[in-house]
Structure formats: C-alpha cells, structure tokens
C-alpha cells in the first residue's frame, strides 16, 4: 500500500492481503461472482431472444467488485445500488427465482413486476434498491447510514456508483455530509472507464477518482476492481473505519464492464477499441480468482467446476420459476403508490 | 380540551416539539434549523430540548438533505428535512419526485418512505421570484406524494403532526405570510390526517376553494359579500394531494357556483384540476361555468406594487363572486 503525498491517494489493499486465506473464502467469493456471470449472460440472451421485456445494464467484468466488497457487509448492512444492479443484488445475497420472476414482469418478482431490473429490492438482506437515475443512491446510502449512527446499531451502508455519477452534484454533496458527520458510509465507486458512451478522459481531469477525497477530508483508496480479495481487503478496512466512528471512505475500483452500455451487443457504437475489451478480459476476475485457489492448493478446479453446475442449475430452475409465474393484475394497478 | 392564542409559527413549532418528545424515531435536518431554529423560527428551542443527535445542522446540501431523510425513512425513522424556501425544492427534486415518491411502488410495496418535508412558500414579501412561488401543482402531481398547506394555526400545528405521523413523504408547505397571524390552538397534541378538506364558512350561493393564505382572503371577501346578500361557502381543502373532491363536490351541488383561488400561477395550477372535478362530478348543478382566481403566468414580481397587482386579494375574490352570481 503506497500514499502519494500529492493527492492523498492510498493505492491499495495493504501488503500480504492474501496471507491467511481460506478455502472457504476463494468458494464463497467465487460463488457470488460465477452467480452474478450466469445470471447475466443468460438474462441478456433472454431479452436478445424478445423472451424477456425491458433492457438490461449487464454487470459482467465488475463482479469482483460487488463479491468483494459484499464478503465483508453483513445482512443488516445496507447498500445501494445503480442502474446495473444486478451483481450489487445477487452478491448481497438475492436469490435468482425472484430476480428472475421480476426481470420477466411478474407478480413473484422482487417488487411484484413494478419495478424490472433497475429496481431490484431485497429488504431482508439489506438491498436498498437499485437506481436508475445515475447518482441517485447515493444520497439515500447515506440517510441509511445515518440511521445506523443514529441508532447505533453497529451496522454500515455501502453506495455504489460509476466513473460518471461521481460528477453529479449529489455525490458531492452527500460525500460531504456523510464525512462531516463521521457517518459509517462506504462510497464505492465503481471506475470501468465509462459514463456510458464517454470515456473518462473526456468527462474529468483526474485519472484517479479516489483523488476526490482529499477535498472531503476522507481516505481515498484505489484497488484493482479485478481482483476480489483486493477488493475486499480494503473494503474490510473502510468497513472497520466507519464502524470505528471513523466516517467514510471513497474506493475507487478500476474495473471494467465486457459488454455495452446496455444489452449484450448493446448499439453497436464503435466507442471502444476491441483490443481494450479483450485486454481486459485476460485479467478476468473470476479467471484470476481460480488461478489463485489452484495456485494456493486451497480449491481444485473441480470444487470451481462444480459451482459453475451449481450455478447453471440455479439459472434453469430461476428462469423456469419466473416463466411459469402468474402476470401481475391490471386490477391491481394503484396497489401500493401509498402506504395506507 | 384546552385552547389559547398562539400564532401560525408557534402554533407549527408546539407541533415539531410534540411529535419529537413522543416518538423517538422523529429527528429534524435542515439549513440552520438548529443553532439559529430556522430563518423562519419554525424550530425554536428544538435543539435545546432534544440535542444535536435529533437536530442538526446540515451543508448547505439540499439532495443530501432529503436524501439523507429518504434513506433513513426507509429504514424505519421519521425524518423531517427542511428545505427553507419552496423555491429551493427543485434543488432536490429528484430525490423527492423520482426517489421518494416511487420507492414505495417501483419495489413493489416493500419499502415505505415516513419523510415530512418542511419549507415555506407564498409571496407577499417582496422577496421576488426565487423566494415567493407556491409550486403545489408541481407536487401534487406526482404519484406517492403527499401535500399539506395550513392556512390557520390551528392547521398549522394538526398538518405537521399529521404529515409526520403518515407513514408516505409528505410536503407540509407554510405561507410566509402567515407566519404572524394568530388563532386558536389546543395544547394538546393533536394531528390532522392527509385529505380532509376545512369548511371554513358555511354558505348557500358560491363555493370558493381557496388554498393557503387565500383562505384568509376569501373569508374576507366572504364577510363584505354577506353585508351584499351574498352567502359565500369558504372551503380550505387542506392537502393538495389526496384532494377531498367529495367536501368539495359536495357543497357545489349545493351553491351551483364554484370559484378556486390559489396564489399559484393559474396555468396548469390546482385549481385546473379542481375546476375538472368539479364539472365531472357536479356539471348538472352549476348555474355558471367555474370560475379561477390566481396568479398571472410570470415569475413572482419584485415592486410591492407589482407584486399586489400579482397575488389575488380579497376584494379581487368578492368581485370574481359577484361577476358568478350575477352572470346566473
């Protein structure tokens, strides 16, 4: 781990973040990321195929991102996500029949078919909801933190948003709020290099977004978004930061997304050169987590192949619950605009 | 039960005092609403009674204001966010519009949202137009919220219990103006439920639904129309949204003559809609067509003489009843 003195930036996780590692911690952080993997490129086949309604922002590539820092939050930490949500969800433990069954607009769904896939909620593991206005959870991540400080429940909230949404003007605003109250925020931005179409270079000066967090007075720490034990090292660390009293930290992930802005194939707007997606793609997370589980002795590439046969039954059995559930009820359609 | 004379603001800060010593899941964030117990004195004392864990200054940040209440909401307290001036709302609009208002139905009932959102609307000041507007319509129209504006202390103090005992973010709007006006108000703690219109005054000849501070204007202009012969039916309906369209529709049917007054541009205002319900559900009782009385289509002016040219009165109000009744 190394700070530059200009900027304040921690280039993280600390030295032998490795060291101590289970085989239970390689099988759980590479059973949330094959799970959010499948749950993706199946979806984005359905909606391709006209199975499925609606579009999807697919998260597969950042799935070290979501496992690592959801390893270290419990179920009563709450987060929030974004408009690509579905790794935040699966990660923090959302089970595919109702993830499914929502992407498909029915009435066993998450929120019952009202919400689709950029509004998956899961209250009972601490999924907040997704968002699909960019930026617009962040300010609700940290009235949930305030709620921990003010209860003084010992638990933490976690935001994640993207390279474009830290130019809103509510991640500022919320950042500085969470940090002069010493609120038990995790911000967590997840950089893949993008704000949809628009590279980074275009949309601010800094390369390191992590370098915000000098002007909150918070740590800002850099980690290689492709790596999940890095991910979750340093989120172990702003996690026990913010439960300390401590207040926030801002990490960023460099990460990167393998599909569009949206959909498999998305548009087709020649906005990235191939040779980037594909150098990308060689330091695949998942890929990088099965060498180091083989590499370690502590997992064989069976235990990994099996939770792939796991996962892919999951798939089945989720995306034939959904189809054969019941569509939501035009009669019902005013239900729950208002608590009554 | 005992009453005794408090003013609009008092009557609203006994309210906060109240909801706060009763639930302890109620806690107050806004710009200045601690140390200084708001521009507008609406939390007076709070600080001291309660300490700076339940009322706290903020930035000045007004998405992380509510958003901070929409969060905490979410997980069970009962924030209240001010926002100061109503002009300041677009600020924060889209954590109120697309935030608060939809989590309850886009997550399909599994979250609700327990905000009141505090500010202070109306014109009359010459405080011009970012620090004058009365932007109900805007809110009233969105799905999930809720929208109260007093126009009494009495009011004053039953809305604000009212909104943050409702369990949906609702937007309890004070009249600047009104801040000073004084009324009978109950000691103990009472609240006032979302959409249930005031008959103000009881009359037979004209129905006027008046909003906010122009409830005290038409129950003027009421007075001086009885000294003509004229009966003049004041309601207040309270909340924007829910709209009581029944009390409304309801006294209609009995004066055949309806006029909506509304200090908001009348273009696209609350009185568009009320006019709407009205011909829908009482069209074969009316003696004339609904009649509005509101704002012209322009930003609040600034000259006090171009501002009461701007604002409806209460002898603009009895001359738009006299022109209903004699057209009939």
Redesign the interface.
């Known amino acids: 781990m190394t700070e530059t003195a200009a900027t304040g930036v921690i280039y993280g996780p600390r030295e032998g973040y490795r060291d101590g590692l289970t085989r239970g911690l390689v099988l759980d952080l590479h059973r949330r990321m094959v799970r959010i993997r499948l749950f993706e490129e199946s979806s984005g086949k359905l909606v391709e195929t006209g199975d499925m309604p609606g579009f999807l922002h697919l998260y597969v590539g950042q799935e070290a991102v979501a496992a690592g820092v959801m390893s270290v939050l419990g179920d009563a930490d709450?987060i929030?996500s974004t408009h690509r949500g579905h790794g935040h969800a699966i990660a923090k433990g959302a089970e595919f029949r109702p993830m499914f069954a929502e992407l498909y607009g029915k009435t066993t769904?998450?929120?019952?078919?009202?919400?689709g896939s950029m509004?998956i909620?899961d209250?009972s593991r601490g999924m907040?909801?997704a968002?699909a206005?960019v930026g617009?959870g962040?300010?609700?991540?940290?009235?949930?933190?305030?709620?921990s400080q003010?209860r003084g429940d010992g638990t933490v909230?976690a935001t994640f948003f993207g390279d474009g949404a830290s130019n809103i003007?509510?991640f500022h605003?919320?950042i500085?709020?969470a940090a002069?109250?010493d609120l038990p925020v995790i911000f967590v931005c997840e950089n893949n290099g993008y704000a949809e179409f628009t590279a980074q270079s275009s949309h601010m000066k800094l390369e390191d977004i992590a370098e915000r967090a000098a002007s909150y007075g918070i740590p800002g720490v850099v980690v290689d978004g492709m790596d999940a034990l890095a991910v979750r090292a340093v989120a172990l660390d702003a996690v026990e930061r913010a439960k300390s009293g401590a207040g926030p930290t801002l990490i960023e992930a460099k990460t990167y997304r393998y599909f569009d802005h949206q959909g498999i194939k998305g548009m087709r707007i020649p906005y990235r050169d191939p040779a980037e997606v594909e150098a990308w793609k060689e330091r695949d997370a998942i890929k990088i987590l099965e060498a180091i589980g083989t590499e370690s002795g502590l997992a064989s590439t069976e235990d990994f192949a099996a939770i792939w046969a796991e996962t892919q039954a999951d798939i089945t059995d989720g995306i034939e619950f959904a189809r054969n559930s019941p569509d939501p009820d035009p009669a019902d359609i005013l239900?729950?605009?208002?608590?009554v | 039960m005992t009453t005794r004379e408090l003013t609009y603001v008092k009557a609203f800060n006994e309210g906060m005092h109240q909801m706060m010593a009763s639930d302890p899941d109620v806690f107050l964030i806004g710009e200045d609403v601690a140390g200084y117990g708001g521009v507008f004195h609406m939390f007076d004392g709070l600080l001291t009674e309660f300490g700076d864990r339940r009322v706290k200054d903020t930035p000045i940040a007004e998405q992380a204001i509510i958003g901070l209440g929409v969060g905490a909401a979410a997980r069970g307290l009962r924030p209240v966010c001010d926002l100061m001036f109503m002009d300041f709302i677009g600020v924060a609009m889209d954590q109120i519009f697309n935030q608060a208002a939809k989590m309850k139905y886009m997550f399909g009932g599994a979250v609700s949202v327990p905000l009141t959102i505090t500010t202070a609307g109306g014109g009359g000041m010459s405080a011009a137009a970012q620090h004058s507007q009365s932007l109900e319509a805007w809110l009233a129209h969105i799905p999930g919220l809720k929208v109260a504006m007093p126009a009494s202390p009495y009011d004053a103090k039953g809305l604000i219990v009212g909104a943050i005992r409702d369990d949906n973010p609702t937007i309890v709007v004070l009249n600047k103006k009104m801040l000073g006006v004084k009324g009978l108000v109950p000691e103990e703690l009472y609240g006032i439920p979302m959409g249930v219109a005031n008959v103000v005054r009881e009359g037979t000849d004209v129905t006027i639904v008046a909003i906010a501070r122009m409830v005290v204007e038409a129950t003027k202009a009421a007075k001086e129309l009885e000294a003509e012969g004229i009966s003049v039916e004041v309601i207040d309906p309270r909340t924007v949204q829910p709209l009581d369209t029944d009390t409304i529709v309801t006294s209609v049917k009995k004066t055949h003559r309806a006029l909506i007054v509304h200090e908001a541009v009348e273009f696209g205002g609350i009185g568009a809609e009320i006019s709407s319900q009205i011909q829908e559900s009482a069209f074969d009782y009316l003696d004339a067509p609904v009649a509005r009385l509101a704002a012209p289509f322009s930003p609040v002016p600034y000259a006090p003489i171009l501002e009461n040219a701007y604002m409806p009165d209460a002898a603009r109000i009895a001359a738009k009843v006299r022109a209903l009744v004699e057209r009939s």
């Not at chain 1, 769904?109 to 919400?115: A, L, M, P, S, T």
């Not at chain 1, 239900?335 to 608590?339: A, C, G, M």
């Open positions: 709450q929030t769904g998450y929120c019952k078919g009202r919400g509004h909620v209250m907040l909801g968002n206005i617009g962040i300010p609700i991540a940290i009235g949930a933190g305030f709620a003010y909230a003007g509510a605003e919320s500085n709020m002069v109250w239900d729950d605009v208002y608590t």
